[in-house]
C-alpha cells in the first residue's frame, strides 16, 4: 500500500516538475519581450543603448524615455494583464462557464458607465473619473452577487444576468455620450479605449499589491478550487464552504478587475483568453493554472502593446483595439464550441 502511494506521488511530482517547465520557458520569454517592448517606440533603441541604460551609462534622453515613460508602461501591461487573467480564470473556475470574464459579467461596462458619469455630470479631473469607474465596476459586482444571493441563481444564469447588466450599463453610457458636449464626448471615447500608458507609478504600485494579495490569497484556496471544479455536492461532502469560498472568490476578482479597468480603462478578452491558453498547457490544477494563467495574461497584453507601438511608433494605437482584435475570434469560438 506504501509502495503503491510513493508511486502515485513520485508520478504527480514528476507531471507538476514537467508542467512547471512551461512557466519557467514563458518567464524567459516574458523577460526578452519586456527587453524588446523598451527598445520600441518613436525613439528607437538599439540594444547597447538599452544594456548601456541598464549599467547606468546612457544618455540623459534615454534615460528619461526608458525610466519615464516606456518602464512604467511596460510594468503597468505585465501587472494589468496578471491582474485581468486572474480574474477571469477565477470567474470561469467558481462559475464553471468557460465564457466569464471581467466583461461578460458587466465590470468593465459598470466601470465605463461611471467614468462617463464622472465626466459628463461631474468633471473631468483625474481622481474624480478613476474613483467613479471603480464605484461603477464595484456597482456591477455586488449587483451580481446580490442576485445569486437572493434568487439563488445558476452558474448559467449568474452568466446571462451579466450579460444582461452589461448591456444595461453600455445603454446607460451610450446616453451620457448623447448628452455630452464635444469635448466631454471625445474624453469619454478615449477613455473607454484601453491603454496601459496612462497611469503613474502610485497607481500601479497600489494595482501590483492587490494582485499580489489577491494571487496569495487564491493560491492558499487552489486545493478548494480543484475540489470544487468536481462539483458543489463533492466539495461540500468533503468540508469545503462552497459558497464562502464563491464569494470571497468573485469580491477578489471583481476587485482587482475593477482597478486594473479604473487605472486602465476597458481591455476586453484578456480575462477570457489567458485562461483557456492555461488550462490547454498545464490542465486544471489551480497550483500550477493560478501562476500560469498570470504569466500569460502578462505576456499577452504586454505583446498587445507592443504590437500597438511598432505598428504606429507614437505609440497611438490604445492597446484595447489590439485585444479585442484579438480576442473576438476566440470569444466567437467558444460560443461555436460550447453550442456543439
Not at 198 to 204: D, L, V
Not at 214 to 232: C, F, I, K, P, S
Not at 291 to 314: E, K, M, N, W, Y
Amino acid at each position: 500500500m506504501n509502495t503503491s502511494y510513493d508511486s502515485i506521488q513520485k508520478t504527480y511530482r514528476s507531471h507538476v516538475r514537467h508542467k512547471a517547465l512551461w512557466i519557467g520557458v514563458l518567464l524567459i520569454g516574458l523577460v526578452l519581450l519586456s527587453a524588446y517592448a523598451m527598445t520600441m517606440g518613436a525613439y528607437a533603441l538599439s540594444a547597447r543603448e538599452l544594456l548601456a541604460a541598464v549599467i547606468g551609462q546612457a544618455d540623459e534622453a534615454s534615460k528619461v524615455v526608458l525610466v519615464n515613460i516606456r518602464l512604467p508602461r511596460i510594468v503597468a501591461a505585465l501587472i494589468c494583464g496578471w491582474g485581468l487573467s486572474l480574474a477571469g480564470l477565477v470567474i470561469q473556475s467558481l462559475l464553471k462557464n468557460p465564457l466569464g470574464s471581467p466583461s461578460t459579467l458587466g465590470i468593465s461596462q459598470g466601470a465605463a458607465f461611471g467614468a462617463s458619469l464622472s465626466i459628463v455630470v461631474f468633471g473631468s479631473r483625474v481622481f474624480s473619473v478613476t474613483a467613479f469607474a471603480f464605484g461603477g465596476a464595484i456597482g456591477a459586482t455586488v449587483i451580481i452577487l446580490v442576485l445569486a444571493r437572493l434568487k439563488r441563481l445558476s452558474p448559467e444564469a449568474i452568466i446571462l444576468a451579466g450579460v444582461a447588466l452589461a448591456s444595461l450599463f453600455a445603454s446607460a453610457t451610450i446616453l451620457l455620450q448623447y448628452l455630452a458636449t464635444e469635448t466631454e464626448l471625445a474624453m469619454v471615447v478615449f477613455w473607454t479605449f484601453g491603454d496601459v500608458a496612462r497611469s503613474n507609478w502610485r497607481e500601479i504600485f497600489l494595482l501590483t499589491t492587490v494582485v499580489i494579495l489577491a494571487t496569495g490569497v487564491l493560491y492558499l484556496l487552489r486545493w478548494d478550487l480543484n475540489v470544487m471544479a468536481t462539483g458543489e455536492s463533492t466539495a461540500q461532502g468533503l468540508g469545503v464552504d462552497v459558497q464562502k469560498i464563491r464569494i470571497l472568490g468573485m469580491v477578489l476578482a471583481s476587485t482587482v478587475a475593477a482597478l486594473a479597468t479604473a487605472f486602465h480603462g476597458v481591455i476586453a478578452f484578456v480575462g477570457l483568453i489567458a485562461p483557456h491558453i492555461a488550462r490547454r498547457t498545464v490542465g486544471d490544477n489551480h497550483g500550477l493554472l493560478l501562476p500560469f494563467s498570470a504569466v500569460v495574461g502578462a505576456a499577452l497584453l504586454l505583446a498587445a502593446d507592443t504590437i500597438g507601438r511598432v505598428l504606429i511608433g507614437s505609440g497611438a494605437l490604445p492597446v484595447g483595439v489590439i485585444t479585442s482584435f484579438l480576442g473576438a475570434p476566440m470569444f466567437l469560438y467558444l460560443l461555436m464550441r460550447g453550442y456543439k
